[in-house]
């Protein structure tokens, strides 16, 4: 490392202001920044310093990501071959996967991070890091046959207008990955929705055999249920809804490998454990009710612990909802948002049967909703103090 560091030093002259490639400036700086941790102290004022910077928490969130991506790829592989009837074993599986994911990576970075590097140029500014976490988050939750070129224009659409627009990483409104996500489900619900999407078709490189998934009726279990005629359709509770063999979107499956991304975040500090709880406490709850008092559908009759386990509610609830942008800061607020994003998730479940995945519309819908729940707390301290000094 300290060879890299010397080497760093050395060509960092010719970026500096008078350097031949000053015009780069905040691209090396990026690149600086990102491998060490800056050494500037603040001249004025009273500042805490440490080693964790927004740079170090978006990499702790990656890391925490990395065990959701992992078995994603593997269950890529997994449905494929199941699907077709090819046969392979454990490395073919996940190596099919992995070919069949990386494309989707690779273009949500260079799309992202191109638009970010351009803007930060043309602005002359330091180049922003939250796209760390939105260029991994964005291929885990599309369907495996998501066309790259959509997903490009709707990373770039996300980027540009739930980001830049509102003054880049830290200022944004909305979570940029579900706005990626919303604007594929509503641009091209075609390429969002029906049982094909969930399961790759077709060889990649030879791998998985050249059979293509023809009349396949793997409908995700969430699917399953809108659909079903009976009130008892909704499908029987498995360990494969926990270990994340099912169709689905490519790192929103295995609630194990999700509790593991859980683990490291709520470790490192980096997410908050009341919005996270409470999150699947209004879930839970808001089940509970339609199961109790209910329309006579098999999504309301499905028990609560299915709901918390199908779909996207984990990986919203650990990864989405406690986006210290976009969410409530108040330590009360953090409960009422959290809440909130529970119950909301379920209700567009149950009462919309034709889009059975409610947590990406609960989520946008409470992020417009944070700066109020936080402003009502505030208000809410305020006022009890004031009461309390009165009584003095």
Same mark, same amino acid.
């Given at each position: 490392m300290s060879a890299?560091r010397?080497?760093?030093?050395?060509?960092?002259?010719?970026?500096?202001?008078?350097?031949?490639?000053?015009?780069?400036?905040?691209?090396?700086?990026?690149?600086?920044t990102?491998?060490? %941790?800056p &050494?500037?102290?603040?001249?004025?004022?009273?500042?805490?310093?440490?080693?964790?910077d927004?740079?170090?928490?978006?990499?702790?969130?990656?890391?925490? !990501?990395?065990?959701?991506?992992?078995?994603g790829?593997?269950n890529?592989g997994?449905?494929?071959? &199941?699907?077709?009837?090819?046969?392979?074993?454990?490395?073919?599986?996940f190596?099919?996967?992995? !070919?069949?994911?990386?494309?989707?990576?690779i273009?949500?970075?260079?799309v992202?991070?191109?638009?970010?590097f351009?803007v930060?140029? @043309?602005?002359?500014e330091e180049?922003q890091?939250?796209?760390?976490?939105?260029g991994?988050?964005?291929?885990?939750? %599309?369907?495996?046959?998501?066309?790259? @070129?959509? !997903?490009?224009i709707?990373?770039?659409f996300?980027v540009?207008?739930?980001?830049?627009?509102?003054?880049?990483?830290? #200022?944004n409104?909305?979570n940029?990955a !579900?706005?990626?996500?919303?604007?594929?489900f509503f641009?091209?619900?075609?390429?969002?929705?029906?049982d094909?999407?969930?399961?790759?078709?077709g060889?990649?490189?030879?791998?998985?055999?050249d059979?293509?998934?023809d009349?396949?009726?793997?409908?995700?279990a969430?699917?399953?249920?809108a659909?079903a005629a009976s009130?008892?359709?909704?499908?029987?509770?498995?360990?494969?809804?926990?270990?994340?063999?099912?169709?689905?979107s490519?790192?929103?499956?295995?609630?194990?490998?999700i509790?593991i991304?859980?683990?490291?975040?709520?470790?490192?500090?980096?997410?908050?454990?009341?919005?996270?709880?409470s999150?699947?406490?209004?879930?839970?709850l #808001?089940? @509970?009710?339609?199961?109790a008092?209910g329309?006579?559908?098999?999504?309301? &009759?499905?028990? @609560?612990?299915?709901?918390?386990?199908?779909?996207?509610?984990?990986?919203?609830a650990?990864?989405?909802?406690?986006?210290p942008?976009?969410s409530?800061r108040?330590?009360?607020?953090?409960?009422i948002?959290?809440f909130?994003?529970?119950? #909301?998730?379920i209700v567009i479940?149950?009462? &919309?049967?034709?889009?059975?995945?409610?947590?990406m519309?609960?989520?946008?819908? #409470?992020?417009?909703f944070?700066?109020?729940i936080?402003?009502?707390v %505030?208000?809410?301290?305020?006022?009890?103090?004031e009461?309390r000094?009165?009584k003095?």
């Amino acid at each position: 490392m300290s060879a890299l560091r010397n080497y760093l030093d050395k060509i960092k002259p010719n970026f500096e202001e008078g350097g031949k490639l000053h015009a780069f400036r905040s691209v090396f700086d990026g690149f600086e920044t990102f491998l060490f %941790v800056p &050494n500037n102290t603040a001249k004025s004022g009273t500042h805490i310093h440490d080693a964790i910077d927004s740079k170090r928490i978006m990499s702790l969130v990656v890391i925490a !990501l990395i065990p959701a991506m992992l078995f994603g790829m593997y269950n890529v592989g997994y449905q494929h071959f &199941n699907a077709t009837g090819a046969e392979g074993g454990f490395w073919a599986m996940f190596f099919y996967g992995f !070919l069949a994911v990386l494309p989707k990576i690779i273009v949500s970075y260079v799309v992202g991070l191109g638009i970010e590097f351009a803007v930060a140029q @043309w602005k002359n500014e330091e180049i922003q890091e939250g796209f760390l976490v939105s260029g991994m988050l964005i291929p885990l939750i %599309v369907p495996i046959e998501c066309p790259l @070129w959509i !997903l490009a224009i709707a990373t770039a659409f996300a980027v540009i207008f739930a980001k830049e627009v509102f003054g880049g990483t830290g #200022m944004n409104v909305f979570n940029v990955a !579900l706005i990626t996500r919303a604007f594929l489900f509503f641009a091209y619900p075609t390429k969002m929705s029906g049982d094909a999407v969930w399961v790759s078709q077709g060889s990649i490189f030879g791998l998985g055999g050249d059979q293509f998934v023809d009349g396949y009726t793997g409908a995700t279990a969430l699917g399953q249920a809108a659909t079903a005629a009976s009130p008892t359709g909704f499908p029987d509770f498995n360990m494969d809804m926990i270990t994340g063999f099912i169709p689905g979107s490519i790192g929103e499956t295995s609630v194990i490998a999700i509790a593991i991304g859980a683990v490291i975040l709520l470790w490192s500090g980096v997410a908050s454990w009341k919005t996270m709880c409470s999150v699947f406490v209004g879930g839970a709850l #808001m089940a @509970w009710v339609f199961n109790a008092i209910g329309p006579d559908t098999a999504i309301a &009759n499905m028990p @609560w612990y299915e709901h918390l386990v199908l779909g996207g509610f984990c990986f919203g609830a650990v990864f989405m909802a406690t986006d210290p942008v976009t969410s409530a800061r108040t330590e009360c607020g953090k409960y009422i948002y959290g809440f909130l994003i529970g119950v #909301m998730a379920i209700v567009i479940r149950v009462l &919309n049967p034709g889009y059975p995945e409610g947590m990406m519309l609960a989520i946008l819908l #409470m992020n417009i909703f944070a700066p109020l729940i936080d402003y009502c707390v %505030v208000q809410s301290n305020i006022s009890n103090r004031e009461k309390r000094v009165a009584k003095v």
